[in-house]
């Protein structure tokens, strides 16, 4: 997972690390710190959790993983619109 995608996408979806770690299903308790340690790397969701946020997030899975930050861009742009039509 590319980290700097998180904390980028959750930044521009307006949202707080515990805020996005609620609306995903953690619990409230443990959902800023969790999110944090996704955000830094210093722990990596399982798929499942990472899903969630992207629903949430309203980004596709893939855009955690793609390497090349242009191609993540670009096909960001392509699920967006998609998503309006």
Known sequence: MITK??????????LTQEQLGVAAGIDES?????VSSYE???YRPVFETLCLFAKV????????????DQFADDVLQLYRQRSKA
């Open 40 to 42: 830094t790397g210093a």
């Open 57 to 68: 997030l309203n980004v596709p899975e893939c855009y955690f993983y793609i390497i090349d």
């Open 5 to 14: 995608r998180l904390k980028s996408a959750r930044i521009s979806a307006g």
């Open 30 to 34: 443990t959902a800023r710190g969790r």
